[in-house]
């Protein structure tokens, strides 16, 4: 795949290829550090991966597997998981485009 010159950044002296922002950051919501190895920062996509999952897998484990589910029994309304559900992706856009607006 060619690289387009406004995609390409420097950082600490070494050119690197952001390729399409907009499905890296898709990539990312969906699995931690899956955008930054769409772009070939594997180092960076192994970091996040292993950091990030590493912490919700332990938070999952001290909340006993209950730390936020839909519940709409009598008595146990739980509307929690709905309101952080895609969180992450509309981040991820809004980042995205300020990154394209700072680029103009």
């Known amino acids: 795949m060619p690289s387009n010159e ?3 950044i420097a950082v600490d002296g070494l050119r690197v290829d952001l390729r399409n922002r907009s499905l890296a950051a898709f990539l990312a919501w969906l699995l931690p550090g899956a955008g930054h190895y769409y772009q070939g920062r594997t180092s960076k996509a192994a970091l996040f991966f292993v950091c ?6 332990l938070g ?11 519940s709409w029994q009598p008595g146990d309304k ?3 998981y709905f309101l952080q559900a895609g969180v992450g992706c509309r981040v991820s856009c809004v980042g995205a485009r300020e990154s394209d607006a700072s680029d103009d």
């Open 6 to 8: 406004d995609n390409v």
């Open 52 to 57: 990030i999952l590493s912490t919700w897998v």
């Open 60 to 70: 999952f484990a001290l909340g006993g597997g209950h730390v936020v589910y839909a």
């Open 78 to 80: 739980r509307w929690h």
